[in-house]
């Protein structure tokens, strides 16, 4: 036997080293969609060292069934698993050629946004295939010394690649140099509304009428808040001249990192969340603060970071474009790109959170 197959484990602890790659790399793919502070930079290491080991992992399951793959020996599953094949090894050069600096326009999408959807149809392709051809290790199979050894090898140079990778990206000054902890690259910082427009699934509304427009504060509130336009506008004035029963002045310098690749830094001009939650005087049960859009998407913050947070009318002291969220977005540092709801109309404090969102998230603004 060659030095390969002795490092190669038994084909069905293969075979479930890869289920618990796939299961590894989408529970952490889908906790760096929210995670965007540095504390949680772990995740990010964790899903690329789960990658580059699933590539040794895919190279000795294909090895071993490449005979299989004739074209008189094709069937249905085995088609399939051509498919699931294709695809995983698709969304692992992706992720990689992202790591190293690579792009790809796809219109509103790019090599990242091709990354997350190949790997999120793998594991769809995967419970198929699972149903026709799976068997799990024996026990003393697995509990083998020598499988540990060669996990840990395995685990050892996806560790090393990675950290090599970061090394030679520095040394050459290449794209991939350029990012966040995130995998995010800086585009349009302190350029006002020059920064990527993107909306995450369906949501697409027409411009906003700010002169129709109002701003509510509500749920767990003694004293609810209905505001126009001009009472959260900068340097506006206000109808007869009467007081502003919040001040628009609030500034946030934050960073907009979004789960599309990219990052951009700011100066943001709005009225301060902690003020509004003052002026409406919520119950002390309160918890949450739900942020909605015109869209129906909604998200929300526990209460006391709600308070840190800025509603922003402005950037960079430029008035906030329509696909930037016009007339008012949230700005919520720490936060991931899809968090920072655009064009909010009402705020509602809660005692518990509102479990619907999660469906929100994939439904506003698909009925028109």
């Known amino acids: 036997m060659g030095p390969n197959v002795r490092l190669e484990p038994h084909p069905r602890v293969v075979d479930a080293s890869l289920l618990v790659a796939v299961v590894a790399l ?4 889908f906790l760096s969609l929210v995670s965007g502070r540095p504390t949680g930079a ?14 040794v992992l895919l190279g000795w399951k294909l090895r071993r069934v490449r005979h299989r793959v004739a074209p008189d020996q094709l069937d249905g599953t085995r088609l399939l698993s051509i498919l699931l094949a294709v695809v995983t090894t698709g969304a692992l050069a992706t992720g990689v050629w992202w790591v190293f600096g690579g792009s790809l326009d796809l219109g509103p999408w790019g090599l990242l946004n091709l990354h997350i959807g190949l790997g999120l149809l793998v594991p769809v392709l995967l419970v198929v295939h699972l149903r026709r051809r799976f068997g799990l290790p024996r026990r003393e199979t697995v509990a083998d010394r020598r499988n540990a050894l060669r996990y840990a090898a395995v685990l050892g140079a996806g560790a090393f690649a990675w950290r090599a990778q970061e090394t030679t990206s520095a040394v050459l000054d290449t794209a991939g140099a350029q990012r966040r ?6 585009t349009g910082s302190d350029d006002g509304n020059a920064f990527p427009v993107t909306s995450w699934v369906a949501d697409d509304p027409d411009p906003v009428d700010e002169s129709e427009w109002t701003l509510t504060v509500s749920g ?4 609810p808040l209905e505001l126009s336009h001009e009472e959260v506008t900068p340097d506006a004035s206000t109808e007869n001249g009467n007081e502003r029963p919040v001040d628009p002045d609030g500034e946030r310098r934050a960073l907009l990192d979004c789960t599309s690749g990219w990052y951009s830094e700011h100066d943001w001009q709005g009225v301060r969340v902690g003020e509004l939650l003052d002026a409406a005087d919520p119950d002390s049960g309160a918890a949450w603060v739900q942020f909605r859009s015109v869209t129906g998407y909604r998200w929300s913050l526990p209460v006391e970071e709600a308070r840190d947070a800025l509603l922003a009318t402005r950037v960079d002291g430029a008035d906030l474009a329509h696909g930037h969220g016009a007339p008012m977005r949230l700005v919520a540092p720490g936060r991931r790109g899809f968090q920072w709801v655009k064009w909010v109309e009402a705020v509602r404090v809660t005692r518990r959170r509102e479990l619907g969102e999660w469906v929100a ?7 028109g």
């Open 181 to 186: 902890f995130t995998g995010s690259r800086e």
């Open 42 to 55: 772990w995740v990010f290491d964790v899903h690329a060292v789960a990658g580059l080991s699933t590539v």
């Open 26 to 29: 989408l529970s952490t793919g």
């Open 361 to 367: 998230v994939f439904v506003s603004g698909l009925d």
């Open 220 to 223: 767990a509130v003694a004293a």
